[in-house]
């Protein structure tokens, strides 16, 4: 049976405690192959975050933004879905990334997949200028969670591009039928934990050097104090961390709902 064939057999129930749990339990025992992935990607995501905190609030600027980071993003994610699934010497994480040509269809699927926030992002302008009305505040929290859901639908597509296998996006469609909530509520815990993680680190510090009133000044440090950095580099660390343990957790999803059945030896010499 080929990785996206079968089907004719009823979706099985993912188990999300246990998806979650492989996600950080992969990332913790490929660290360092992680830290390589994410490297070059993460200094890029930082000196975008740099440039762009100066820029002037236009919507083009935005979308510019947006782009970029999807580009960015997309090559860790080659790299770290490639490492997670074939696990061979070929397929290890190098400094300087290598995406190949499965970066530009990967790209292609990401970018479009990205149109889906901008309804969100459109709507959230309004509150640029002050506290919405809670029919606003309503219609971004469902745009958001549509955008969501249909990034998490079509996920196992990028696993498939990223690893040279046939399956797209109406193949992952068929594949997560029955699990979409579940696949959400995975992603909603492993974000929770490192939110969890960070806050309990703020309080912590602010405990021991009261003096330092970190919560207050986050917000309103310049681009040229120390926290400023210390701020925009943390902030990209921890989505680092969140884009790498979630893409191990798709990968156990592919594996948990059928989806990898693939020979890597073949795939492999077929490829690399």
């Known amino acids: 049976m080929s990785t996206v064939d079968s089907d004719l057999v009823p979706p099985a129930k993912l188990p999300v405690w246990q998806t979650v749990k492989a996600g950080y339990g992969e990332t913790t025992r490929n660290f360092g192959a992680f830290l390589t992935a994410a490297a070059v990607p993460f200094a890029l995501s930082v000196t975008l975050a740099a440039i762009m905190a100066e820029a002037p609030e236009r919507r083009s600027l935005t979308l510019l933004r947006s782009l970029l980071e999807i580009m960015i993003i997309a090559v860790f994610e080659v790299a770290w879905y490639r490492h997670l699934l074939l696990k061979s010497p070929e397929t290890r994480p190098r400094l300087l990334p290598r995406p190949g040509r499965r970066l530009v269809p ?26 919405g009305s ?132 073949e795939i492999l010499e077929r490829f690399d």
């Open 106 to 131: 990967y790209l292609g699927y990401a970018w479009l997949l990205g149109a889906a926030s901008f309804p969100a992002l459109i709507a959230m302008e309004p509150f640029a200028e002050g506290p």
């Open 134 to 265: 809670a029919l606003q505040i309503a219609i971004v929290i469902v745009l958001v969670g549509a955008a969501l859901y249909l990034n998490i639908r079509f996920t196992f597509a990028f696993i498939w591009i990223a690893v040279d296998e046939s399956g797209r996006l109406g193949d992952s469609w068929r594949r997560t039928k029955g699990n979409g909530l579940r696949l959400l509520a995975a992603l909603a815990l492993i974000a929770m934990l490192i939110l969890g993680v960070l806050l309990v680190g703020i309080f912590l510090l602010e405990f021991v050097f009261p003096d330092t009133m970190i919560m207050t000044r986050l917000g309103t440090t310049d681009a040229d104090s120390g926290l400023h950095w210390v701020s925009l580099t943390s902030g990209q660390a921890l989505t680092y961390l969140l884009y790498g343990v979630g893409c191990a957790a798709f990968v156990q999803a592919l594996r948990s709902l059928g989806g990898w059945t693939g020979d890597q030896r």
